[in-house]
């Protein structure tokens, strides 16, 4: 199992950047997708999640508005649109997903990319 996301970088305060993960290994249309974030010091926080399907969202109240998650069930991946950037947004973000089973749950990560966002 791998998931391999990208796009991450320096922007500026107001920028935007698009993050891409890449799923194989899995039966990618039935997990359900999930971004995260961890600054250094805090707690890795959920920042937005997709169903498997696609047909539902949710969102973290910080990023409600300015972020949007997608997903390619062909092309194997998941997105996430980051608009109107600030430098709070800067942390490293975590590619998951998961998918339960009886008596447990399948939880996988990937790597991370770092975001940066300072003028």
């Known amino acids: 199992v791998q998931l391999v996301e990208s796009g991450g970088g320096l922007v500026q305060p107001g920028g935007s950047l698009r993050l891409s993960c890449v799923g194989s290994?899995?039966?990618?249309?039935?997990?359900?997708m999930s971004w995260y974030r961890q600054d250094p010091g805090k707690e890795r926080e959920l920042v937005a999640a997709i169903s498997s399907a696609g047909g539902s969202t949710n969102y973290a109240d910080a990023v409600k508005g300015r972020f949007s998650i997608s997903r390619d069930n062909a092309k194997k991946t998941v997105y996430l649109e980051m608009n109107v950037l600030k430098p709070d947004d800067t942390a490293v973000y975590y590619c998951?997903?998961?998918?339960?089973?009886?008596?447990?749950?399948?939880?996988?990560w990937g790597q991370g990319t770092q975001v940066t966002v300072s003028s």
């Open positions: 998951n997903a998961r998918k339960p089973y009886f008596g447990g749950r399948y939880d996988y």
């Open positions: 290994g899995f039966t990618f249309s039935t997990f359900g």
